[in-house]
């Protein structure tokens, strides 16, 4: 590789790290590391929501032909009291989505470049301005090396985020999350919770069943088509006096059921049906808006890494991987251009890195302050929902039942939510280099 090139290094093997490494891996000489703690990528959650937005970002990538998804059509939302007053709401989604198994997801593409210098199963623990030199990374085994630009895809624990913003502070949103993948047949006998994906409210939470990958890729004689099975619980985080930051970590049927006693019973009999050792449990943090996604001129920030914002709009893969996009466009786009100075060659990598990384924050921040300011909104109609419920009744069912109708009709399945999940990223793009060559546009 020549002097020029640019020595990439990737933290993070989720759709983040490994979706920048498949754009940046098309640009010419671009050397990357890519740097997992994990021995190996695996499922960590369940499944993966791929709307078009999604769609849209692989087929850029040249990796949609790999990932295949169960088409879903009907969302169902049923309501469940703690009276055990049943209701439904079918609502019909504008926009078709698919789920797909993470695992599927992550190995849906051949990703060209070197899994760390020495093959690291050994995480970065923080990273440092090495001034002129780039970005020093320091790894937990003692061992360091030195990259022109650090990408941060290490999600919402962000090292990356820590070491570039240290003032910048996540906290236990009151959100608890129990995942898992069971045998769709195994809970067949059990009326309304296949085919359609379907929502199960209860008073402090909900249960999400929904199926995941292609069904005709199953036989009788094959593998089982699988059911993604996710459960929250909600509280008050200010009363929360369990120690927090667990991700993925094994879960007991025994702990996981003990908050849902009062659902539907074909609610309590799909969760008591789940083998033992299937659960894994998911504290949800989140953190405010940070206002640039970029630092020192050579540290970018993508997916959750960027904005935390604990599994909000149920399209975080489609936002990594559009970073990651959007990123690779930007470095093309800035050392493709003609040099107007005669600096060296270090000052002008460099600099095209620094200039690549302010288009990338130009584009992307808004996009995720918009998100913010989204979600900001809903949180302030549930709570003026919840204090006129408690003014025209003190009846726990009635008010449950009107701020319920609130979040629900929060989830958007209009025109609405475009901007989200009919996002194209490519005519952003597009957009973005046309209002550059226009003058005061």
Not at 50 to 65: D, P, R, S
Not at 290 to 318: N, Q, T
Request: glycine share 8%; with cysteine.
């Amino acid at each position: 590789m020549s002097s020029e090139g640019i020595r990439v290094a990737i933290i993070g093997g989720g759709p983040a790290g490994l979706g920048a490494a498949i754009a940046l891996s098309a640009l010419p000489n671009v050397k990357i590391d890519l740097y997992e703690k994990a021995r190996e990528l695996r499922e960590v959650g369940a499944g993966i929501n791929i709307g078009y937005n999604c769609w849209k970002v692989l087929e850029l990538l040249g990796a949609a032909e790999e990932v295949r998804g169960h088409l879903q059509q009907d969302v169902l939302h049923r309501v469940v009291t703690r009276f055990l007053c049943l209701h439904m709401v079918s609502q019909k989604w504008s926009i078709r989505s698919s789920q797909v198994c993470q695992a599927s997801f992550l190995s849906a593409s051949e990703v060209p470049v070197e899994t760390g210098e020495e093959n690291k199963t050994t995480g970065c623990f923080n990273i440092k301005d090495a001034e002129a030199q780039g970005v020093r990374l320091n790894f937990e085994d003692g061992t360091d090396t030195i990259a022109d630009l650090v990408i941060g895809g290490d999600g919402i624990r962000s090292v990356v985020r820590l070491s570039l913003f240290p003032e910048h502070v996540t906290s236990f949103t009151g959100t608890t999350i129990w995942r898992t993948l069971v045998p769709a047949k195994s809970l067949s006998h059990i009326p309304d919770l296949v085919p359609e994906t379907s929502w199960w409210h209860g008073p402090a939470g909900h249960c999400y069943f929904s199926l995941v990958d292609d069904p005709s890729e199953f036989s009788d004689s094959g593998p089982d088509q699988m059911l993604e099975i996710s459960c929250r619980y909600i509280i008050d985080p200010a009363l929360d006096t369990e120690r927090r930051f667990s991700w993925g970590i094994p879960a007991t049927n025994e702990r996981v059921t003990a908050h849902f006693t009062q659902y539907d019973p074909r609610v309590r009999d799909a969760l008591s049906m789940v083998p033992e050792g299937y659960w894994k449990e998911f504290s949800a943090f989140s953190g405010p808006r940070l206002e640039k996604l970029v630092g020192w001129g050579k540290v970018v920030l993508l997916g959750d890494a960027s904005h935390p914002l604990s599994g909000a709009f149920g399209s975080g893969a489609a936002f990594a991987l559009e970073d990651g996009w959007i990123l690779a466009r930007a470095i093309e786009y800035t050392t493709t251009r003609p040099r107007l100075t005669d600096d060296d060659v270090q000052t002008i990598k460099a600099q095209n890195i620094a200039d690549a990384l302010e288009i990338f924050n130009k584009i992307r921040s808004p996009y995720y302050l918009r998100m913010h300011k989204h979600l900001d909104n809903a949180q302030d109609k549930v709570l003026k929902a919840r204090t006129e419920a408690k003014a025209q009744s003190s009846d726990p069912k009635n008010i449950f039942e009107s701020v319920l109708e609130t979040r629900i009709g929060l989830f958007g399945s209009g025109e609405e939510m475009n901007w989200i999940y009919r996002n194209d990223i490519e005519l952003v793009w597009q957009d973005y280099l046309r209002r550059t060559t226009v003058p005061n546009l």
